[in-house]
């Protein structure tokens, strides 16, 4: 009788998780073969079998199976063994300077051989994904283990690209379940970027005490990377067209041509000297504006990126609230003055209700908004300005990323004298206090750029100021990035892939330090608080 050793049993094992199809008889056929013939030992040695040496034994769809996971096995074993060595190695003195080393996984081919469980989906989930419903948040954690689970036998840390794709192909199959989608059905993004998160967030923790498997990249310390990070982006990126339908057309308009559209240009000039702002309002001007989109779209994106005071002397009606959602319209198809109005009444008194009904919740900055919320007088704007200054207390980003209070006296040449206004946008609120403001401006590049006609509500301003960074390809500021995407997302309904901030440093929101920033698909903050926002909703309203 043959008995196995202990590294015979070992590539037996191997080989049933690639081919569990095989029976046991043919089974013991192909570890004799490896082990007597071949000349296998371990099961490293598995790396050096070929194609020739299985193809009498096997289909050549099993061979070609087994040569992909031998090498992913190897791979694994060799990870280990160098791991070990690096936990055990001495620790360098802290007063010298050692080099940085890392260890990077090759490309991720057992992705290809990877099968989903989905045979340890919960009954729950079943249930669910048959009625293409949401999935419930235990099932669907007790799923993510699992997948996790079968993940870490052929990579034991994979990484968030590798997670990425396995919560594509799990997204693809049972999209409404697993699927990132806002209360009007839209997709978030991709579509699957919680899962990816939650695959990865899972790995992490299984990970948490195995040194082998968390080797990191070290922190960047070159002060030269950093330096690169703040010059002045002198091209054209991603970030620029970030949801736009149509951010630079390449076709003029029927009976068009460069000289019409300049001597129709020209015309808009004169039509603003001769009118003021308040010409905006003809609709000879909507009509020339929007004759002239091309025109437009060529300077603003022309390279490199013009001040904004050029695009004001060129096209001064994109400076009025009416020439520029009108443009952000065009741009993006969204009417943004309605979408916001609406929000004031519906969205936004959601927002409050959610951390009005949960005060206890919240941290003492939270708190003590709503507390001043509470005693200041009802107004028009008040729902709507309490819901933003409350989601950024929530994201832990500083009121002054985003609004300046000034006097409700002040104009435009006294703001520009008496304050430094920063370059990136700000939306100046003149009143006593931020809840309490009833007029507003909005500055970019140290200048304030648009003021909001008196009678004109918080939604309105919110529109201009918004509207400014789609027009005008301003990114986010980073100190201000997930209230942004959270307005974008949730009140405007723009959801592509990728973010609007492309700044590579951050500032922590616990420390306060300088900390290399990630750049993600959907701001996690963002997409947990929409998450809590509906779970809390359902909750309550049953």
């Known amino acids: 009788m043959f008995f196995l050793t202990l590294d015979t049993e070992l590539i037996q094992q191997e080989i049933t998780k690639i081919l569990p199809e095989l029976d046991i008889p043919k089974l013991n056929v ?3 073969h490896l082990c007597f013939v071949v000349g296998v030992e371990r099961t490293q040695d598995l790396a050096l079998v070929e194609l020739t040496d299985l193809q009498d034994i096997l289909l050549p769809i099993q061979c070609r199976k087994l040569m992909m996971a031998f090498k992913q096995i190897a791979l694994r074993d060799q990870v280990d063994e160098t791991s070990l060595e690096i936990t055990f190695t001495s620790l360098p003195s802290p007063d010298l300077e050692q080099p940085s080393t890392s260890y990077t996984p090759s490309n991720s081919y057992w992705l290809s051989m990877f099968q989903i469980p989905w045979n340890h989906m919960p009954a729950a989930l079943l249930h669910a994904a048959s009625n293409k419903e949401k999935a419930p948040l235990g099932p669907r954690r007790e ?16 990484s968030l690209a590798d997670c990425g794709e396995v919560a594509r192909n799990i997204f693809s199959k049972f999209p409404l379940t697993f699927g990132d989608f806002t209360e009007e059905g839209e997709q978030l993004g991709k579509g699957y970027s919680s899962l990816q998160r939650q695959l990865r967030t899972r790995v992490e923790h299984v990970n948490r005490d195995n040194v082998a498997h968390r080797i990191r990249q070290p922190k960047r310390t070159n002060k030269a990377d950093e330096e690169q990070d703040n010059i002045v982006k002198k091209v054209r990126c991603k970030v620029d067209s970030y949801g736009c339908i149509n951010w630079q057309p390449t076709s003029m308009p029927d009976g ?7 001597i129709k240009r020209q015309t808009l000039l004169e039509m603003f000297q001769s009118g003021g702002p308040r010409s905006c309002e003809l609709s000879d001007v909507d009509k020339l504006m929007k004759e002239t989109y091309i025109a437009q779209r060529k300077m603003i994106n022309s390279c490199p990126p013009p001040a904004i005071s050029d695009i004001a002397l060129e096209w001064p009606y ?10 952000f319209e065009t741009l993006t198809g969204v009417d943004i003055s309605s979408c916001l109005s609406e929000c004031q009444n519906g969205k936004c008194i959601r927002i ?48 002054n990323s985003l609004f300046i209070l000034v006097d409700k ?30 007029k507003w401006m909005v500055s970019i590049e140290g200048k304030v750029t648009h003021c909001i006609d008196e009678q004109l509500d918080f939604s309105a301003a919110l529109s201009v100021f918004f509207s400014v960074f789609y027009v005008f390809n301003i990114e986010y500021q980073e100190s201000a990035s997930a209230t942004l995407e959270l307005i974008q997302r949730f009140l405007v309904r723009i959801n592509p892939e990728g973010t ?27 997409h947990t608080f929409l998450q809590r926002l509906t779970e809390f909703e359902w909750k309550t309203g049953n």
């Open 30 to 32: 192909v570890v004799n």
């Open 143 to 158: 799923f993510i283990r699992a997948v996790v689970a079968a993940i870490r036998e052929f990579c034991p840390n994979p």
């Open 256 to 262: 068009e041509t460069s000289e019409s559209l300049e």
């Open 318 to 327: 994109l400076f009025s609230k009416r020439g520029l959602c009108n443009h």
């Open 352 to 399: 409050v209700n959610y951390f009005q009904k949960q005060t206890l919740k919240w941290n003492a900055e939270v708190q003590a908004l709503l507390r001043e919320i509470e005693a200041t007088p009802a107004s028009t704007d008040k729902t709507a300005i309490s819901a933003i200054l409350l989601t950024m207390k929530h994201f832990k980003e500083k009121e």
């Open 409 to 438: 006296t002040s104009t435009q040449m006294s703001v520009e004298n008496e304050l430094r206004l920063p370059v990136t946008p700000r939306l100046i609120m003149l009143g006593d206090s931020l809840l309490t403001s009833s």
């Open 500 to 526: 609007k901030c492309a700044s590579k440093a951050g500032t922590s929101r616990k420390t306060g330090s300088s900390v290399k920033r990630k750049i993600q698909n959907i701001n996690p903050h963002v």
